[in-house]
C-alpha cells in the first residue's frame, strides 16, 4: 500500500490516515492507497467501523490541483466519495486544520463527523473558477440547508467549527479528536439507531421558499460576482439538487465541473493560485535565514506610515511611531486609533483585544527612541531630500544589524542607501494604500542589500499576511513603473478620440473594479502631478505628452476630494458623473496639437491599454526588475486591480497570443515608434514560438 495512506487495524476498528504533506491533497497516490484501505477494512471480518483522519497539521484540504489540466486518472475522488457512502461499516471523519474542497467532500459522505475547534472547514472551488466535483453541491444543501450551502460554496470562504455544528455540516466538536471518534465508535457498534447521515438523500428539499431564494442569490451574484462562471454554475448545481434524485444530481454535478475545468477562467485562477505562492520563493531565501524581528520603528504617521503601523500591531510586533511634531504625531495616533475603533464599531474585534493591541503602539516626536529596534520603515513624504536626512539621522541611532527600509512609491533606494555608512541594511519595502488592508509588498532590492534582508523582508510579509514580490530598483520598481506606462497609453487614447468615460467603460468591462480615471480621481490628481513635474526635466524629450490632466490640476480639480477631476462629484457620493466641461478641455487640447478625433471600439481600447502594459512589463523582465513573468502579474493582481480571473496581464497575453501582441505593437508602432517599440523579450519569444510562461519555469 502507498504510505501516502497508512492503515491501522485496533481491535474492532479500522483507522485510516492521510500523510501527504503539506496539505494532504488527494493525489493520484493517495486516492489509489485510500481505495486500496477502504477495501481492506471492508473486507476485514473483524473491522466494525472506519475512521479517517489527516496526519500532519490538516485534514485534506482539497483534489491535488497540480494534477488539473492533465487528464484526470482513476480511482477519481467522486467514485471515492461514493464508495465511502455506500459502505456498510460506519465511516467517520475526524477534521482538524483545513477540511477544505475534495476533502470536506469525503467527510461529507461519511456518516458522522467531528471536528476539533479550530478546524476550518469549506468549499473554495469557486476561488479557482470550479465548483465542488465529489458530490459538494449535492450534499451539503441536503446537510446544511440551501441558504447556508449556497453561501459556503459561492463565497468560498471557510467556516468555523462551530457555526458547522449549528448549521448539521458536523455532528461534534471535541479535541482529542481519534479518542473521541474511537469511543464514538464503539459506544454506537451495534446500534439500530446509529447516525447514519447518508440518509440525506431522502431530504427533500423543494419548497417555494428555496426556489426564492436560489432566485434572489443568483440576482445577487450577478452584481457581485460580475462576469464569472463558477459561482452561477454552483447555483445551476443546487438548484439541481430541489428536484434530481442525487445520483442524477451528481451527474450534473459531475458535467457542470468539467465544463468549468475547461474554461479560461478556471485556467488563470489556478494560475493566479500558484502565482501567488511561487512569488516568495526567491534566491536570497534560499542563501540566507532571516534577521529576527519583534520591534519596529514607522517614521511617518500620515496615510501609509499609519496603515504600516496597524499592519504590524496586528501582526504582534511591538511598534515605535515617530512624527515630526505634536501636531502631526497626533494626527498619527488618531489615524491608527481610528481603524481599531472602526473594527470595535463593526464588531470585527472587542475592547480588550483592541487595549492590548494598542498596548503595542509606543508614538513619540523623539527619532532617538528608535535605538532598539529591530526595523524601521521610513513613510514620510516623497521628496529625496527629506528622504535622505531621515536616513543620515537613522544611520546614527539605529543598533547594529537593523533593517532600514523606504517605503517609497518611485525614488531611488541606492541613493537612500548610500547616505548610510550600512548600505547593506538597506532595502525597500513598498506597501499599497491602505496598507492594512492591501496584500501587495513589493521588497526592493538596491545594489548592496545582504541577502538576510531580502529573507528578512519577506518574513516580515508572511507575518503581515502579505503577499510579496521581489522587484528590482528601477523608476517606480514592478507596479507603478508599468502603471505609469499604461497610463499614458490611456492618455493618447483619450486625446486621439475616446473620452475618458468610454475608456474607464472599456476598463471595467474588462473586469478591473473601476477605469483608470476613475483611479485617479480617488488617488487625487495632485499626486501624478507633482510627480510629472519632478520628472519633467529628465522626461525623454521624444515622448509623446498629454497635457491634459495638467490642465485639470490647474483648475484645482483634483478628484474627489475637491469635487470635480474627470468626473463631477456631489457631496456625499462616491460616483461621479460625467463632465461636458472636461470634454471641452479635452477638445482644446486636441486642437491645439491639430488631432482630428477617431472613434475607439472598447475592443481597440483594450489592445492599446493592455498592449501598453504587456510591453512595459515585458521590458521589466528583460531588465531582470522582476525574477519571473508570474511575479508580475501578481503585482498586478493584488496591487492595481487586474481581474482575478483573466490570471494577470502576462498570463492574458499568453491566452490572448503573445503573437496577436506583437502584430498589435508593430502596427502602433508606425504610428509612435518612441512609445510603442516591442520590447525584445516579446519579439524573441514570438520567434522562437514561446510564450512567458515557459518563463516561469
Ligand atoms: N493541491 C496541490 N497543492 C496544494 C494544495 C492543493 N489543493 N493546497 C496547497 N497546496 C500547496 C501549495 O501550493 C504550497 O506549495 P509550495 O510549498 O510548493 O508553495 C503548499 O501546499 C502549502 O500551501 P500554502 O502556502 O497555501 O499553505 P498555507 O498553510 O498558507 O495554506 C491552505 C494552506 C489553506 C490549505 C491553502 O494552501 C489553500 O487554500 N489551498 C487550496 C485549497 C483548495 O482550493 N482546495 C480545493 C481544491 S479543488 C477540489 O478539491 C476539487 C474537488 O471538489 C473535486
Ligand atoms: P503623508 O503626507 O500622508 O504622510 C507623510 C508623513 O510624514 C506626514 O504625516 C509628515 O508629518 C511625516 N513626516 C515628514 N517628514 C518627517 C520627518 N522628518 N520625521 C517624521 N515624520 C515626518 O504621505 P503618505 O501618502 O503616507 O506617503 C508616505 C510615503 O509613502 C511616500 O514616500 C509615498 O510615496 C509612499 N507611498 C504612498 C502611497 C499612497 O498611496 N499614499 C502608496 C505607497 C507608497
Same mark, same amino acid.
Given at each position: 500500500?502507498?504510505?501516502?495512506?497508512?492503515?491501522?487495524?485496533?481491535?474492532?476498528?479500522?483507522?485510516?490516515?492521510?500523510?501527504?504533506?503539506?496539505?494532504?491533497?488527494?493525489?493520484?497516490?493517495?486516492?489509489?492507497?485510500?481505495?486500496? &484501505?477502504?477495501?481492506?477494512?471492508?473486507?476485514?471480518?473483524?473491522?466494525?467501523? !472506519?475512521?479517517?483522519?489527516?496526519?500532519?497539521?490538516?485534514?485534506?484540504?482539497?483534489?491535488?490541483?497540480?494534477?488539473?489540466?492533465?487528464?484526470?486518472?482513476?480511482?477519481?475522488?467522486?467514485?471515492?466519495?461514493?464508495?465511502?457512502?455506500?459502505?456498510?461499516?460506519?465511516?467517520?471523519?475526524?477534521?482538524?486544520?483545513?477540511?477544505?474542497?475534495?476533502?470536506?467532500? !469525503?467527510?461529507?459522505?461519511?456518516?458522522?463527523?467531528?471536528?476539533?475547534?479550530?478546524?476550518?472547514?469549506?468549499?473554495?472551488?469557486?476561488?479557482?473558477?470550479?465548483?465542488?466535483?465529489?458530490?459538494?453541491?449535492?450534499?451539503?444543501?441536503?446537510? &446544511?440547508?440551501?441558504?447556508?450551502?449556497?453561501?459556503?460554496?459561492?463565497?468560498?470562504?471557510?467556516?468555523?467549527?462551530?457555526?458547522?455544528?449549528?448549521?448539521?455540516? !458536523?455532528?461534534?466538536?471535541?479535541?482529542?479528536?481519534?479518542?473521541?471518534?474511537?469511543?464514538?465508535?464503539?459506544?454506537?457498534?451495534?446500534?439500530?439507531?446509529?447516525?447514519?447521515?447518508?440518509?440525506?438523500?431522502?431530504?427533500?428539499?423543494?419548497?417555494?421558499?428555496?426556489?426564492?431564494?436560489?432566485?434572489?442569490?443568483?440576482?445577487?451574484?450577478?452584481?457581485?460576482?460580475?462576469?464569472?462562471?463558477?459561482?452561477?454554475?454552483?447555483?445551476?448545481?443546487?438548484?439541481?439538487?430541489?428536484?434530481?434524485? @442525487?445520483?442524477?444530481?451528481?451527474?450534473?454535478?459531475?458535467?457542470?465541473?468539467?465544463?468549468?475545468?475547461?474554461?479560461?477562467?478556471?485556467?488563470?485562477?489556478?494560475?493566479?493560485?500558484?502565482?501567488?505562492?511561487?512569488?516568495?520563493?526567491?534566491?536570497?531565501?534560499?542563501?540566507?535565514?532571516?534577521?529576527?524581528?519583534?520591534?519596529?520603528?514607522?517614521?511617518?504617521?500620515?496615510?501609509?506610515?499609519?496603515?504600516?503601523?496597524?499592519?504590524?500591531?496586528?501582526?504582534?510586533?511591538?511598534?515605535? *511611531?515617530?512624527?515630526?511634531?505634536?501636531?502631526?504625531?497626533?494626527?498619527?495616533?488618531?489615524?491608527?486609533?481610528?481603524?481599531?475603533?472602526?473594527?470595535?464599531?463593526?464588531?470585527?474585534?472587542?475592547?480588550?483585544?483592541?487595549?492590548?493591541?494598542?498596548?503595542? +503602539?509606543?508614538?513619540?516626536?523623539?527619532?532617538?527612541?528608535?535605538?532598539?529596534?529591530?526595523?524601521?520603515?521610513?513613510?514620510?513624504?516623497?521628496?529625496?531630500?527629506?528622504?535622505?536626512?531621515?536616513?543620515?539621522?537613522?544611520?546614527? /541611532?539605529?543598533?547594529?544589524?537593523?533593517?532600514?527600509?523606504?517605503?517609497?512609491?518611485?525614488?531611488? /533606494?541606492?541613493?537612500?542607501?548610500?547616505?548610510?555608512?550600512?548600505?547593506?541594511?538597506?532595502?525597500?519595502?513598498?506597501?499599497?494604500?491602505?496598507?492594512?488592508?492591501?496584500?501587495?509588498?513589493?521588497?526592493?532590492?538596491?545594489?548592496?542589500?545582504?541577502?538576510?534582508?531580502?529573507?528578512?523582508?519577506?518574513?516580515?510579509?508572511?507575518?503581515?499576511?502579505?503577499?510579496?514580490?521581489?522587484?528590482?530598483?528601477?523608476?517606480?520598481?514592478?507596479?507603478?513603473?508599468?502603471?505609469?506606462?499604461?497610463?499614458?497609453?490611456?492618455?493618447? @487614447?483619450?486625446?486621439?478620440?475616446?473620452?475618458?468615460?468610454? @475608456?474607464?467603460?472599456?476598463?471595467?468591462?474588462?473586469?478591473?473594479? *473601476?477605469?483608470?480615471?476613475?483611479?485617479?480621481?480617488?488617488?487625487?490628481?495632485?499626486?501624478?502631478?507633482?510627480?510629472?513635474?519632478?520628472?519633467?526635466?529628465?522626461?525623454?524629450?521624444?515622448?509623446?505628452?498629454?497635457?491634459?490632466?495638467?490642465?485639470?490640476?490647474?483648475?484645482?480639480?483634483?478628484?474627489?476630494?475637491?469635487?470635480?477631476?474627470?468626473?463631477?462629484?456631489?457631496?456625499?457620493?462616491?460616483?461621479?458623473?460625467?463632465?461636458?466641461?472636461?470634454?471641452?478641455?479635452?477638445?482644446?487640447?486636441?486642437?491645439?496639437?491639430? /488631432?482630428?478625433?477617431?472613434?475607439?471600439?472598447?475592443?481597440?481600447?483594450?489592445?492599446?491599454?493592455?498592449?501598453?502594459?504587456?510591453?512595459?512589463?515585458?521590458?521589466?523582465?528583460?531588465?531582470?526588475?522582476?525574477?519571473?513573468?508570474?511575479?508580475?502579474?501578481?503585482?498586478?493582481?493584488?496591487?492595481?486591480?487586474?481581474?482575478?480571473?483573466?490570471?494577470?496581464? *502576462?498570463?492574458?497575453?499568453?491566452? +490572448?497570443?503573445?503573437?496577436?501582441?506583437?502584430?498589435?505593437?508593430?502596427?502602433?508602432?508606425?504610428?509612435?515608434?518612441?512609445?510603442?517599440?516591442?520590447?525584445?523579450?516579446?519579439?524573441?519569444?514570438?520567434?522562437?514560438?514561446?510564450?512567458?510562461?515557459?518563463?516561469?519555469?
Amino acid at each position: 500500500m502507498a504510505e501516502v495512506i497508512n492503515l491501522s487495524i485496533e481491535e474492532d476498528l479500522a483507522i485510516i490516515s492521510f500523510n501527504n504533506p503539506p496539505v494532504n491533497s488527494l493525489g493520484l497516490a493517495v486516492r489509489k492507497g485510500l481505495v486500496e &484501505a477502504l477495501n481492506a477494512a471492508e473486507n476485514n471480518v473483524n473491522v466494525r467501523a !472506519i475512521i479517517l483522519i489527516g496526519e500532519g497539521s490538516t485534514f485534506p484540504a482539497g483534489a491535488d490541483i497540480k494534477e488539473f489540466g492533465h487528464p484526470p486518472q482513476e480511482p477519481h475522488l467522486p467514485a471515492i466519495c461514493d464508495k465511502i457512502e455506500k459502505t456498510k461499516k460506519p465511516v467517520i471523519s475526524a477534521l482538524h486544520g483545513t477540511a477544505l474542497g475534495g476533502g470536506l467532500e !469525503i467527510a461529507l459522505s461519511s456518516h458522522y463527523r467531528i471536528a476539533s475547534e479550530k478546524t476550518k472547514i469549506g468549499l473554495p472551488e469557486v476561488h479557482l473558477g470550479l465548483l465542488p466535483g465529489a458530490g459538494g453541491t449535492q450534499r451539503l444543501p441536503r446537510l &446544511a440547508g440551501i441558504v447556508p450551502a449556497l453561501k459556503i460554496m459561492t463565497s468560498g470562504n471557510p467556516i468555523s467549527s462551530t457555526e458547522a455544528l449549528k448549521i448539521g455540516i !458536523i455532528d461534534k466538536i471535541a479535541e482529542d479528536l481519534l479518542l473521541n471518534a474511537k469511543s464514538f465508535a464503539r459506544e454506537n457498534m451495534g446500534k439500530n439507531n446509529y447516525p447514519i447521515t447518508s440518509n440525506i438523500q431522502d431530504k427533500i428539499i423543494d419548497s417555494e421558499e428555496n426556489r426564492g431564494a436560489i432566485k434572489s442569490f443568483r440576482e445577487e451574484l450577478q452584481k457581485k460576482a460580475r462576469g464569472l462562471l463558477a459561482p452561477q454554475k454552483i447555483v445551476d448545481c443546487v438548484e439541481a439538487s430541489l428536484s434530481l434524485k @442525487i445520483e442524477d444530481g451528481l451527474k450534473f454535478e459531475r458535467n457542470a465541473f468539467s465544463e468549468l475545468m475547461a474554461t479560461k477562467q478556471s485556467k488563470a485562477l489556478i494560475h493566479a493560485f500558484f502565482a501567488e505562492r511561487k512569488s516568495a520563493k526567491i534566491p536570497e531565501i534560499a542563501r540566507a535565514t532571516h534577521r529576527s524581528i519583534s520591534s519596529l520603528g514607522v517614521i511617518g504617521g500620515g496615510t501609509m506610515g499609519s496603515g504600516i503601523t496597524v499592519a504590524a500591531l496586528n501582526a504582534g510586533l511591538h511598534v515605535k *511611531m515617530i512624527e515630526k511634531d505634536k501636531d502631526s504625531i497626533d494626527r498619527g495616533i488618531r489615524n491608527v486609533r481610528k481603524v481599531y475603533e472602526r473594527d470595535v464599531e463593526k464588531g470585527r474585534m472587542n475592547l480588550e483585544k483592541k487595549e492590548k493591541i494598542l498596548s503595542n +503602539y509606543e508614538p513619540s516626536t523623539d527619532m532617538q527612541n528608535l535605538s532598539q529596534v529591530d526595523m524601521v520603515i521610513e513613510a514620510v513624504y516623497e521628496e529625496m531630500e527629506i528622504k535622505k536626512s531621515v536616513f543620515r539621522k537613522l544611520d546614527k /541611532i539605529a543598533k547594529d544589524g537593523a533593517v532600514l527600509a523606504s517605503n517609497t512609491s518611485y525614488l531611488n /533606494i541606492d541613493e537612500i542607501a548610500s547616505v548610510t555608512k550600512r548600505p547593506q541594511d538597506v532595502i525597500g519595502l513598498h506597501f499599497f494604500s491602505p496598507a492594512n488592508i492591501m496584500r501587495l509588498l513589493e521588497i526592493v532590492i538596491p545594489g548592496k542589500v545582504a541577502d538576510d534582508v531580502v529573507a528578512t523582508g519577506f518574513h516580515l510579509a508572511k507575518r503581515m499576511k502579505k503577499v510579496p514580490v521581489r522587484a528590482g530598483n528601477c523608476d517606480g520598481f514592478i507596479g507603478n513603473r508599468i502603471l505609469s506606462t499604461y497610463g499614458e497609453a490611456a492618455g493618447y @487614447i483619450m486625446e486621439d478620440g475616446a473620452s475618458p468615460y468610454e @475608456i474607464d467603460k472599456a476598463i471595467v468591462n474588462f473586469g478591473y473594479p *473601476m477605469g483608470p480615471y476613475q483611479m485617479f480621481d480617488l488617488a487625487g490628481g495632485d499626486i501624478g502631478w507633482a510627480t510629472r513635474k519632478r520628472k519633467s526635466a529628465t522626461r525623454n524629450p521624444k515622448l509623446r505628452y498629454v497635457e491634459i490632466s495638467d490642465r485639470l490640476c490647474e483648475n484645482g480639480w483634483f478628484g474627489q476630494k475637491t469635487g470635480r477631476g474627470f468626473y463631477r462629484y456631489t457631496e456625499g457620493e462616491r460616483r461621479g458623473k460625467e463632465d461636458p466641461e472636461v470634454l471641452n478641455i479635452i477638445q482644446i487640447e486636441r486642437e491645439k496639437k491639430g /488631432i482630428k478625433p477617431k472613434d475607439f471600439s472598447e475592443e481597440e481600447i483594450l489592445r492599446r491599454y493592455l498592449g501598453a502594459m504587456i510591453n512595459e512589463s515585458a521590458k521589466v523582465i528583460e531588465e531582470n526588475m522582476a525574477l519571473r513573468p508570474s511575479d508580475i502579474d501578481v503585482t498586478k493582481l493584488y496591487g492595481y486591480g487586474f481581474p482575478r480571473h483573466k490570471g494577470g496581464p *502576462m498570463h492574458y497575453a499568453d491566452t +490572448y497570443g503573445l503573437n496577436k501582441i506583437l502584430d498589435d505593437l508593430n502596427a502602433f508602432s508606425e504610428e509612435d515608434p518612441v512609445f510603442w517599440s516591442p520590447s525584445q523579450l516579446i519579439v524573441d519569444l514570438v520567434s522562437s514560438g514561446k510564450n512567458f510562461n515557459s518563463l516561469n519555469k
